[in-house]
């Protein structure tokens, strides 16, 4: 199920607009010169090619450049053969897609690999460079269609996670502030914020509870605040340099990012929520989403801390 979020699309435009790679990686592996060049020449057009001429090296780059959506990579090299260094790979890098090539017919080194999952697919040597385009467009593919999947189910998981604590904390509530402070510290911690607060709009009075004492005072005039209470959308800027209309305010000398959620209950706002980094920070779209939907449950459980508050104080 695909979920709307007001105000989604606008923060998407700000974070394409940050500077980040337009290429997939890949990274490919070959002990020859000759080959390692062909194959760089061959998708340095689609993809950022990293190259390597052993498994150790290979090895090396992936730990300073983290995941790649494909590697290829020879079967014999000195040192390590191309099964051993792929599958010394998934571990860490489960969603990676390998890709081996070989002019032997190791058979049980390669059916070994397949099996095991270490290894998508094989192409022999000499290979053919259209039959290879084929196969690592596939291979790429595959790995986007992974990568979705992986990030629905930490989604998921998160959401769970997430929703279960808020809920814990509304029915734990002794003061209605207290269980408040606890819900944006929850937030601040699954989203990895330096500072957290929520605004509540209750019949028309404003009350700020907040995470520390840093969002107390300068809150309230914050355009991203301001233009959550007009449009009822979600605010959002991920690197404040790049903003002109908000690098010049005090608050954003030490703050580089933040963003803004209106909490509505029975399509009035009843609050928002406002997650602040000292460094410029960049949520994945699967965590906007579950940004806004854990929000969303928070008009129920600030109801439900207030009435459990209430009745604790009878």
């Known amino acids: 199920m695909e979920y709307t979020v007001p105000g989604l699309n606008n923060i998407n435009q700000k974070v394409r607009n940050l500077s980040r790679p337009k290429k997939a990686k890949m990274l490919v592996v070959d002990d020859e010169p000759d080959n390692l060049d062909l194959l760089y020449r061959t998708f340095r057009r689609e993809f950022n090619v990293l190259k390597a001429e052993s498994g150790v090296q290979a090895l090396e780059i992936l730990e300073a450049e983290g ?34 090539l070989t002019g032997f017919t190791d058979v049980e ?24 385009k084929v196969v690592v467009h596939r291979a790429a593919e595959t790995y986007e269609v992974l990568k979705q999947r992986t990030e629905e189910l930490r989604r998921s998981q998160a959401q769970t996670a997430l929703l279960a604590k808020l809920l814990q904390i509304a029915q734990a509530a002794t003061t209605f502030e207290g269980s408040l402070e606890s819900m944006v510290q ?34 309230e005039q914050d355009p991203l605040i301001l233009a959550t209470i007009e449009t009822s959308q979600m605010q959002g800027c991920f690197d404040v340099s790049v903003d002109e209309t908000l690098v010049s305010l005090p608050q954003y000398g030490s703050l580089k990012a933040h963003i ?36 969303q449950q928070v008009g129920l459980a600030i109801m439900s801390s207030r009435s459990y508050a209430l009745a604790g104080s009878v």
């Open 67 to 100: 995941e790649v959506a494909v590697i290829i990579s020879d079967q014999r090299m000195p040192e390590m053969k191309g099964t051993e260094f792929l599958s010394r790979t998934v571990p860490e890098f489960p969603d990676t897609v390998r890709i081996i």
């Open 186 to 219: 929850a937030f601040a911690e699954t989203f990895n914020a330096d500072h957290g607060a929520f605004r509540l709009l209750d019949a028309g009075q404003v009350q700020t509870i907040a995470s520390d004492e840093f969002s107390q005072d300068w809150l």
């Open 260 to 295: 803004v959620v209106p909490i509505v209950m029975r399509t009035a706002d009843v609050a928002m929520l406002s997650l602040q980094w000292e460094s410029p920070y960049q949520l994945r779209e699967d965590e906007m989403v579950l940004l806004h939907l854990a929000a």
């Open 109 to 132: 080194d390669l059916v070994e690999a397949i099996n095991a999952g270490q290894v998508y697919k094989y192409i022999t040597k000499p290979w053919d460079p259209d039959e290879l």
